[in-house]
């Protein structure tokens, strides 16, 4: 899985580093186990979670059956992420049941989602908390150990944590997610982030700025800019000197960002295809560190399933931005993400999601069955009428084919070098280093004493497999 949905957990703790702790502070030493689930803006936001207890005394830990705080950041995207949030609580309740003084909380978009009603849910739950809220986990936890239950889902509208430092979990040292805005004002009609994670708004661009420098002074090589629409990022300033106020938008601040170093390498995720401009494309153009990577999500191929998907494009525009990238960023990898068997989607239109994988030809995709969630548009408005094999053959069908370009995609650049910033070994041999090239393959070879984690390299590639590019430094 990669960046933005690492489904797997996540539990690193700081070690070793020096915090100011207040002498009395009844939470010095305390352990923290966090765990985070669902896409990359769950993980940056641990890691503001894990800043702001921090800073009040707490370490982090690895193991929960030693944790006084255990905290896990919930996804409820689809059913089968909150099943598993389930599933992992169940785990939690043993380790409780040997430590009855362990606070267990919930946080992130189930929390939002379900609200208080996850209280009487999980009798072993103790702190239900939304994404918003996250200031207040320091007062929640107060108020636990004071022998209540404790919520707080507010939503808000101006919440970004700009002035909040993350500490790195589970980092390598090398590759960083910054994220620049949060919530989310499209309606996409099966979509439940923006009921979980509220109104869009962008982070001010100076501190996202600071944040990326920082990271490059720490040694940092790339950064992943966040968002769920990276593309209608607009900051309003309202400077002092000028009458009109200055506008930032995501083509401004990816040359920003572009700035901070050559050396660091640039990512961003989402796009979204109705946003994303040629302007946006030429920045990207013009920076070498900017990746040439477009996460672009289709979801279909079919302009009146994109109609009832509240998508805002169709089928033609889809193609049109296509075209666009592969006109302005010759080489540009494009990934997606692909939903089968949203309501009343007929044969016929998921062969034109078949035949947008055939025009397209992705690098990469994200593809998954449609899952009603409750309160969407969506469940609202349509019967969820696609029998669940049905939508299975048709995701499997998605995948078979996209299998086939990715292995394609990969063939293609065999005999070619590519620029890899090294990551650190390979995850089947310490003989091998990998990283990423810029188009976000993932590349192996040969470690050796010259070139360490962190730097470029230029790889020519030998090989492939269906995944990963094979080669030797030049
Ligand atoms: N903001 C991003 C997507 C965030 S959710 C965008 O607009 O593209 C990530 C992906 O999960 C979506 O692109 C979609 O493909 C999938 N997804 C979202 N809701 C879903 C649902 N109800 N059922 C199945 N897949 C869903
Ligand atoms: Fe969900 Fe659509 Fe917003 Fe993406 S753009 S987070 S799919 S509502
Ligand atoms: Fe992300 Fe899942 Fe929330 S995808 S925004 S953690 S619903």
Not at 118 to 138: I, N, Q, S, T
Not at 333 to 358: K, N, P, R, W, Y
């Amino acid at each position: 899985m990669d960046t933005l949905f690492q489904d797997k957990t996540h539990d690193e703790g700081r070690q070793g580093e020096a915090l100011m702790l207040e002498p009395g502070n009844k939470n010095n030493g305390r352990k923290l186990y966090i765990e985070s689930y669902g896409c990359a803006m769950n993980f940056s936001d641990s890691e503001i979670v894990a800043s702001i207890l921090l800073e009040r005394g707490f370490e982090t830990t690895t193991d929960h059956n030693n944790a006084d705080v255990i905290f896990i950041n919930t996804c409820s995207i689809r059913e089968n992420a909150e099943q598993r949030v389930r599933n992992r609580l169940k785990e939690f309740a043993v380790a409780k049941l040997k430590n009855p003084g362990m606070v267990v909380g919930v946080l992130g978009c189930m929390a939002e989602r379900l609200k208080s009603k996850f209280l009487e849910e999980e009798k072993l739950v103790d702190v239900v908390v939304g994404p918003d809220a996250y200031r207040d986990l320091p007062n929640l936890i107060d108020q636990v150990d004071d022998g209540q239950r404790a919520v707080n889902v507010l939503l808000s509208r101006e919440e970004t944590y700009a002035d909040i430092s993350p500490v790195r979990l589970n980092s390598n040292g090398i590759n960083a997610f910054v994220s620049i805005m949060r919530g989310c004002d499209n309606m996409c009609s099966f979509c439940v982030v923006p009921f979980t994670r509220g109104r869009e708004r962008s982070r001010d661009p100076e501190s996202i700025v600071a944040e990326c420098t920082d990271l490059y002074n720490k040694g940092y090589r790339e950064v992943t800019l966040l968002g769920q629409n990276v593309d209608s990022y607009k900051y309003k300033s309202e400077s002092q000197e000028s009458e009109s106020p200055e506008v930032v938008n995501f083509a401004d601040l990816l040359s920003l960002v572009a700035q901070v170093s050559p050396e660091l390498r640039i990512r961003f995720s989402t796009s979204h295809p109705k946003d994303i401009t040629d302007e946006v494309l030429y920045t990207i153009k013009k920076y070498d560190n900017i990746c040439k990577y477009i996460h672009l999500p289709v979801q279909s191929g079919n302009s009146r399933v994109l109609e009832l998907m509240n998508r805002t494009y169709d089928r033609e525009w889809y193609m049109n931005r296509i075209d666009a990238i592969r006109r302005i960023l010759p080489g540009c990898a494009i990934s997606t993400d692909v939903i089968t068997g949203f309501c009343t989607e007929t044969e016929e239109e998921h062969q034109e999601t078949l035949s947008m994988m055939d025009y397209v030809k992705y690098d990469f995709a994200y593809m998954f069955m449609y899952s009603e969630r409750p309160g969407t548009l969506a469940a609202k408005r349509y019967a969820d009428d696609i029998p669940e094999p049905v939508k299975r053959r048709r995701l499997s069908e998605v995948v078979q084919k996209q299998q086939q370009y990715s292995h394609e995609r990969l063939k293609l650049l065999v005999g070619s070098t590519q620029k890899v910033l090294i990551e650190g070994f390979s995850k089947k041999s310490d003989k091998d280093y990998c990283g990423r090239s810029d188009q976000n393959a993932m590349v192996v070879f040969p470690v050796a004493e010259s070139y360490k984690p962190g730097q470029y390299v230029d790889v020519h590639i030998d090989r492939c497999t269906t995944a990963t590019l094979i080669g030797v430094v030049v």
